[in-house]
């Protein structure tokens, strides 16, 4: 009663679930501690007792129950038309909940979930190697994250799945009982005694039902958090395996050690015919290629364009504001300012696809500041040196040149315009 109220009363849930906490707040959780924690200790080996005597009380209480309905059901006395149209249609009705009962009680909902994340976590380290061989070299903390990941899955798997197994068993001998009183009742019929029946099944049918959403809410609850960070985990790496996708897709060239960032579909407000394509974000530039049809009428006719428009060291942004536009804030817009090296005073772009404006601002940003220190694959020596030995003031005037990037060949000073070979 206590645990239909929404209060615990399972130790064996509860340590379960103090141990997956514990997990999350530990960078790398050792494995035996967790899995002594829940299957090893006193307290694991109590709860499972404490489970046993539950059980017990629950059947005795549906066996007084069903006492009590065979009771009721011994009234021969025949129902009248309006009162049979009506145990009919109940009789039906809890027949359907009754079915739907046999297939609930095995929480299959947990279990498929449960299968799922097994299959999930076992999967993301392949993944992440993937990206790196396909040459991403950024988000390394991917990593690390997949690895203490793995550790508090394995650490809580087998526990989860066996306290999952046993809260089926004990739901599916609740079954038997509303089986037993369904026989009685095709026995006795539309009669008091029947209508009696029927109302006690009916109560043990909604009882049940309680029992086993509240079974679903108590495993779900205990591995929620974990759950929350392994499918995160697997949306990053969609979203870069996507940006990977584009670049593929648009065949776009990057320099000798120039490294892909993110990338989205992305339309240019050129103030003309607003050309759609890709804009890419490496850690030296930000390019814009056009990749699309033109010409034709209705979908017919026209020709594949894919051609880079423009490009900029992505030092060149002074500037960056995310904004929200169009019927519920639906378009995803960047407006820019731009200084020496840019094609264009100014620029807006469109980010399509379901990217955020506000993301790609904030990226941005640290990328023209240099503050993304999250490479996984390190750049050549050859390059760091080149970057130790740039200059950093115009040979022609004297001023500060902007921020050198990784790879680039030159820089132009905003104050002169002279090209300075790196």
């Known amino acids: 009663e206590d645990a239909l109220k929404g209060g615990s009363t399972n130790p064996t849930a509860d340590a379960l679930s103090s141990a997956l906490g514990g997990a ?7 494995k035996s501690g967790l899995a002594a924690a829940m299957i090893g200790s006193k307290q694991a080996m109590e709860a499972r007792q404490a489970r046993k005597e539950k059980t017990k009380a629950v059947a005795a209480g549906m066996m007084a129950k069903m006492a009590a309905a065979r009771e009721a ?3 021969t006395k025949p129902l009248d038309e309006a009162q049979v149209a009506e145990f009919e249609s109940t009789k039906s009705a809890l027949r359907r909940r009754y079915d739907t009962l046999i297939r609930d009680v095995r929480l299959t909902s947990v279990q498929n979930d449960l299968a799922r994340l097994s299959q999930v976590t076992s999967a993301l380290p392949q993944k992440v190697q993937a990206l790196r061989d396909r040459g991403y070299a950024y988000r390394a903390y991917f990593e690390n ?6 550790e508090q899955w394995d650490a809580v798997d087998d526990e989860l799945k066996a306290y999952q197994d046993e809260e089926a068993a004990a739901l599916e001998e609740a079954l038997q009982p509303i089986s037993d009183l369904f026989t009685d009742l095709a026995e006795r019929g539309a009669t008091q005694g029947g209508q009696a029946l029927l109302a006690q099944i009916e109560q043990l049918v909604s009882d049940l039902e309680t029992r086993v959403d509240a079974a679903n809410d108590e495993v779900e609850g205990m591995y929620n958090a974990l759950r929350r960070e392994i499918d995160q985990m697997e949306r990053q790496i969609k979203e ?10 648009a065949e776009i060239s990057f320099a000798p050690n120039e490294s892909l960032y993110m990338a989205a579909k992305a339309e240019w407000d050129d103030g003309a015919d607003k050309p759609e394509g890709f804009l890419f974000l490496t850690d030296q530039r930000l390019i814009f290629q056009q990749n699309e ?12 364009v894919a051609e880079v428009l423009w490009e900029m060291p992505v030092s060149s942004v002074e500037a960056v504001e995310a904004e929200k536009k169009g019927l ?3 378009k995803d817009m960047l407006n820019m300012q731009l200084g020496s090296g840019a094609p264009f005073a100014a620029l807006t772009i469109e980010v399509k696809g379901g990217e955020d404006c506000r993301e790609w601002e904030r990226h941005i940003r640290r990328m023209a500041s240099g503050e993304t220190d999250e490479r996984a694959i390190e750049p050549s020596p050859e390059m760091l040196e080149q970057l130790r030995n740039a200059p950093t003031d115009c040979v022609v005037c004297g001023a500060v040149l902007p921020q050198i990037q990784a790879g680039q060949t030159e820089a132009e000073c905003r104050y002169c315009g002279s090209v300075v070979r790196l």
Do not use: I, M, S
Not at 24 to 30: Q, R
């Open 293 to 304: 049809k033109v010409g034709g009428r209705f979908g017919f006719g026209g020709k594949r």
């Open 145 to 150: 994250k997949v690895q203490v990941l793995q």
């Open 73 to 75: 059901a011994k009234d």
């Open 24 to 30: 999350a707040k530990t960078e790398k959780p050792k």
């Open 240 to 249: 870069v395996e996507k940006w990977l996708e584009l670049a593929e897709e």
């Open 328 to 330: 519920l804030g639906g």
